[in-house]
């Protein structure tokens, strides 16, 4: 019995036409593609990675870099993007070398195929507790924020401010 079943797999798989087979991994990946929203570019650290809608399954810190809901996108005057990846061990620590940043290290996003140019402009750790205490400014804002590496439950902070690109 089980080898008649077998069979039967296998034939199925030899007369299926190799689009069906194949459809349906490349529909996760026109997914992904779909949800990215632009990228992050971090060249001290050689960091370029994808960044994805708020509302994607794809923007969560188990994946990938993260936007925050409570972010307010650059298009807006005055805006505050928050991105969280994890640092440590593994594939997923994106962030991993974000404590090698220094005050003036530039920092670029892509958002909707629009280049935003940051620099360091703040940096600092605060416990954990759900909030990071920002300081607003009157430019666009992007707060980077990863685990302490230094310290249990704290957080580092990166604060950037848009860096004027007639200079």
Known sequence: MVKRILLIILIITFLLPKESITTKSNNIDNRKQDAMIGKIVIPKINLNRPLFDIESEENTIEKNITILKESTFPEHKNSIMIIAAHSGTGEIAYFNELDKLTEDDKIVLIIKNKKYNYIVNEIWEERKNGYININKSNKRQLI?????????????VI????KDVSN
């Open 159 to 162: 604060n950037c401010i848009e």
């Open 144 to 156: 980077l924020t990863t685990c302490s590496p230094t310290k249990t439950n704290y957080q580092l």
